[in-house]
């Protein structure tokens, strides 16, 4: 899992009750689960552009009926994505998948 450094001085005026470590993890956890909420955006995105709505809704809803996941958490857990795609495309998902890693990556790039 990538670690996200901010460097920002934390005023005690902000949040005078928690303690630097807390702080710190908090904001972690918060740019993690935004990273991954833009990420798994990105995923829906490619996947109704390419194929559709409802294709896109049996996808997730095989997601969450064989390994209990919904989005954004299958961004973190990849494979998982890649196994119920192969289900349903086969080596199809490759191209698929290519589209998906391509959109994040434009997407990061346009943040930077």
Same mark, same amino acid.
């Given at each position: 899992?990538?670690?996200?450094?901010?460097?920002? $001085? =934390?005023?005690? #005026?902000?949040?005078?009750? /928690?303690?630097?470590?807390?702080?710190? +993890? @908090?904001?972690? !956890?918060?740019?993690?689960?935004?990273?991954?909420?833009?990420?798994?955006?990105?995923?829906?995105?490619? $996947? =109704?552009?390419? #194929?559709?709505?409802?294709? /896109?809704?049996?996808?997730?809803?095989? +997601? @969450?009926?064989? !390994?209990?996941?919904?989005?954004?958490?299958?961004?973190?857990?990849?494979?998982?994505?890649?196994?119920?795609?192969?289900?349903?495309?086969?080596?199809?998902?490759?191209?698929?998948?290519?589209?998906?890693?391509?959109?994040?990556?434009?997407?990061?790039?346009?943040?930077?």
């Amino acid at each position: 899992m990538d670690v996200i450094k901010i460097n920002y $001085i =934390k005023s005690d #005026l902000e949040f005078p009750n /928690l303690a630097d470590g807390v702080y710190t +993890l @908090y904001f972690n !956890y918060f740019f993690m689960i935004r990273r991954d909420a833009l990420l798994a955006e990105s995923v829906r995105t490619v $996947i =109704k552009d390419n #194929l559709s709505e409802k294709a /896109l809704k049996k996808i997730e809803n095989r +997601l @969450y009926e064989k !390994y209990h996941m919904s989005s954004p958490a299958y961004v973190s857990e990849f494979p998982k994505l890649d196994d119920v795609l192969r289900e349903y495309f086969g080596e199809g998902a490759e191209n698929l998948e290519k589209k998906i890693m391509e959109h994040m990556l434009a997407l990061e790039k346009s943040k930077t």
